[in-house]
T-cell receptor
């Protein structure tokens, strides 16, 4: 995709590792999101950024640490994860955080914690 | 409690056949409802968005309906193709609840030749 890209696409890490997920949007949007998608569960919103300011944090454990250096880039820093954190992590962007604006999703990073 | 439930959980149909996916929600007050298609290993892609006043909206072979009174929506796929095999996710947003989107667990559709 040229809209929202995510790297890496797949990641395997041990519980003591530190890694980062990267998201980049090429749409000129002001809002970016991190979601967690686990099998047979609804998407879970983790973090919302608007113009690089965090506007929402849905009680996510501190082992997940987001960073938004500018409106085009979003990172998710991971450390001391648990096996239950294994999931597909999706990044999305939208023109604004207002609910009428469509969210455009990246392809996701498939994370496996061993 | 705001919830979105989808049925069936999974569905297998023959290529060329039609099918209908259901979405029931308890989200209130209602703002809009979206249907997304998610191919395996990809992010969701929006198919339709419907507001309170819209009863039906089409996008090619995809037609979504909305009954705001009964809080039900359906996604009808006509003349299915192999490329329709994917997960279809219903997402409802509410007014006055910040920026919360309520996601269903999705219907996994498999189209076989």
């Amino acid at each position: 995709e040229t809209g929202v890209t995510q790297t890496p696409r797949h990641l395997v890490m041990g519980m003591t590792n530190k890694k980062s997920l990267k998201c980049e949007q090429h749409l000129g949007h002001n809002a970016m999101y991190w979601y967690k998608q686990s099998a047979k569960k609804p998407l879970e919103l983790m973090f919302v950024y608007s113009l690089e300011e965090r506007v929402e944090n849905n009680s996510v454990p501190s082992r997940f640490s987001p960073e938004c250096p500018n409106s085009s880039h979003l990172f998710l820093h991971l450390h001391t994860l648990q096996p239950e954190d294994s999931a597909l992590y999706l990044c999305a962007s939208s023109q604004d955080t207002e609910r009428s604006y469509e969210q455009y999703f990246g392809p996701g990073t498939r994370l496996t914690v061993t | 409690k705001n919830q979105v439930e989808q049925s069936p959980q999974s569905l297998i149909i023959l290529e060329g056949k039609n099918c209908t996916l259901q979405c029931n929600y308890t989200v209130s007050p209602f703002s809009n409802l979206r249907w997304y298609k998610q191919d395996t290993g990809r992010g969701p892609v929006s198919l339709t968005i419907m507001t309170f006043s819209e009863n039906t909206k089409s996008n090619g072979r995809y037609t979504a309906t909305l009954d705001a009174d009964t809080k039900q929506s359906s996604l009808h796929i006509t003349a299915s193709q192999l490329s329709d095999s994917a997960s279809y996710i219903c997402v409802v947003s509410a007014k006055d609840t910040g920026n919360q989107f309520y996601f269903g667990t999705g219907t996994s559709l498999t189209v076989i030749p």
